[in-house]
């Protein structure tokens, strides 16, 4: 995974205790975020976070006390992401920000919109087999370590991912904690939070979750890359998209190509 890679060089870059490396994702495409124009702001203090070339920012001797971090960037919707040091590594904590791009062309991303409400709304994201490069090959569920055919390396940025059904109408999402021993040829292996039993199953699709925007009042944004008429295999590009409303799961399976889906709302009052 491209994170790790770099991480291994951090603690070579400072003399000083590293308290917390940031990658901010663009949640559309799935890339590292360059913005020059970019604020991290803690308890409305501005962060002096380190830019490094390599698409990351480092805070160093700030004490590893739990906050809630804001960022601001330009082309982008303000996020807030809480950091909570018990779930990050103890050597270099690391967190990946799913940052929303503004309806407008990010990284030569055609983007398409839906926005509504639904009340009793919490969250809101979505997958696509258009972005999906790994393969579910064995999960232990005692050592919570998932192994995986590795198609693409280096194809993803980021810890959290989804493991789509065999019916491509559903997805269990789960956060990567650890990246294990593993090779091209081999495979990976991610230590994880855990996967449903009914979603371990071989060849099962690992997709890349793109992250949407939920109010407290239910209001929503969900901003996806538009695609292509067809990929290339000849199949529709059909997002699967899930919310969770009043605590329990919907989903729904959206063509972007249909004329009465590209703008509005999603119609979970047919489901």
């Known amino acids: 995974m491209p994170g790790d890679k770099l991480l291994k060089g951090v603690d070579t870059i400072f003399k000083y205790q590293t308290d917390l490396v940031i990658y901010l994702i663009d949640t559309v495409s799935g890339s590292v975020i360059s913005e020059e124009n970019v604020a991290l702001i803690r308890n409305k203090t501005f962060l002096n976070a380190i830019k490094k070339d390599m698409g990351f920012y480092v805070l160093y001797n700030t004490g590893r006390e739990n906050f809630k971090l804001t960022v601001c960037a330009d082309g982008y919707e303000r996020k807030e992401f809480p950091v909570n040091y018990e779930r990050l590594d103890s050597k270099i904590p690391a967190i990946y920000v799913q940052m929303v791009p503004k309806r407008s062309l990010k990284n030569d991303t055609a983007i398409w919109e839906l926005k509504g409400n ?154």
Do not use: M
């Open 118 to 271: 639904i009340s009793g709304l919490t969250t809101i994201d979505a997958v696509s087999e258009e972005d999906s490069f790994l393969y579910f090959k064995e999960y232990r569920k005692e050592e919570q370590v998932l192994s995986l055919f590795n198609c693409r390396e280096g194809a993803y940025a980021g810890r959290q991912y989804a493991v789509i059904n065999p019916g491509k109408t559903a997805y269990a999402v789960f956060e990567i904690q650890q990246e294990l021993s593993g090779s091209p040829l081999s495979g990976k292996q991610w230590k994880i939070d855990g996967i449903p039993e009914k979603f371990c199953i071989p060849n099962a699709v690992i997709a890349r979750v793109v992250h949407g925007i939920a109010e407290q009042n239910g209001d929503y944004i969900l901003r996806l890359k538009a695609g292509s008429d067809f990929r290339k295999d000849g199949k529709k590009n059909i997002y699967i998209i899930r919310c969770i409303v009043n605590g329990t799961e919907k989903f729904c399976c959206l063509d972007w190509q249909d004329e009465n889906q590209k703008s509005g709302g999603i119609p979970w009052e047919r489901w």
